[in-house]
DNA sequence: GAGTAGATCCTCT
DNA sequence: GAGGATCTACTCA
């Protein structure tokens, strides 16, 4: 397993780093506890051009100022009141992209995940959509806003797992219909027929 | 099984 | 003072 370097996340085509961070596998490790998971669904959003983005029209504020900077950090902030959002910032600074983390397959600590979460046994809601990934992983947007993602406690690795094409599908993104055209972009990927994808648009039919 | 309302709190206007 | 890149439970069919 290895670790991506800074110089993954600091390319230009937010959408193709999107695409390739699908298969990958997060890691957290906070005092020591692992926790990890393969990434089966990523939502890009595109910077300042972008409507759905928090940083549409430019917009610059204390919350999204980590996604002007370097890329290879993380974004995380809370919605609703209740749920914490992992994003990935890409791109080099000034330039505001990020990868929002939608879903995960659980591979290490799915015990500790319980804990965290609440639940008595693991299913497929452990980490299904992005409240429940940050929920599961131990993030919060307090402690781990603007942490690299380069340090020891949280990164993003590969290991031999192979995506192919066939099993990528992109689609919109989900919950950003204010967004107006931009809300139909096919800026969403995920893995064709991973039960840990978040929404109702598998296409696996009997 | 599908649709809808409620939770809940930080950030920006 | 309003609203948000969501999730869950509960109602109704």
Redesign the pocket.
């Known amino acids: 397993m290895k670790k991506l370097t800074l110089s993954f996340y600091q390319r230009t085509d937010v959408v193709q780093i999107a695409k390739e961070l699908l298969g990958k596998i997060l890691v957290t490790k906070w005092e020591g506890i692992e926790t990890s998971g393969r990434i089966v669904e990523v939502?890009a959003?595109n910077g300042v051009a972008d409507k759905?983005?928090?940083a549409a029209g430019g917009?610059r504020?204390?919350?999204?100022e980590v996604?002007y900077g370097e890329g290879g950090v993380s974004?995380v902030?809370?919605?609703?009141?209740?749920?914490h959002?992992f994003?990935v910032v890409t791109n080099r600074q000034e330039t505001p992209h990020?990868i929002?983390i939608r879903a995960l397959e659980p591979i290490k600590g799915i015990d500790v995940m319980l804990e965290r979460t609440g639940k008595k046994k693991s299913d497929t809601?452990l980490t299904?959509?992005?409240?429940?990934v940050s929920k599961a992983l131990g993030i919060s947007f307090k402690e781990h806003s603007g942490l690299s993602l380069s340090s020891k406690e949280l990164f993003i690795a590969e290991d031999d797992f192979k995506l192919s094409k066939k099993d990528m599908v992109a689609s919109p993104r989900?919950?950003?219909d204010?967004a107006g055209e931009d809300a139909r972009l096919p800026y969403r990927f995920f893995i064709k027929g991973n039960p840990f994808v978040?929404g109702n648009t598998q296409v696996n039919k009997s």
């Open positions: 939502e959003y759905a983005s928090h917009r504020t204390n919350r999204n996604m974004y902030y809370l919605c609703y009141g209740i749920h959002l994003n990020a929002l809601t299904k959509g992005p409240g429940n989900i919950g950003v204010y978040s």
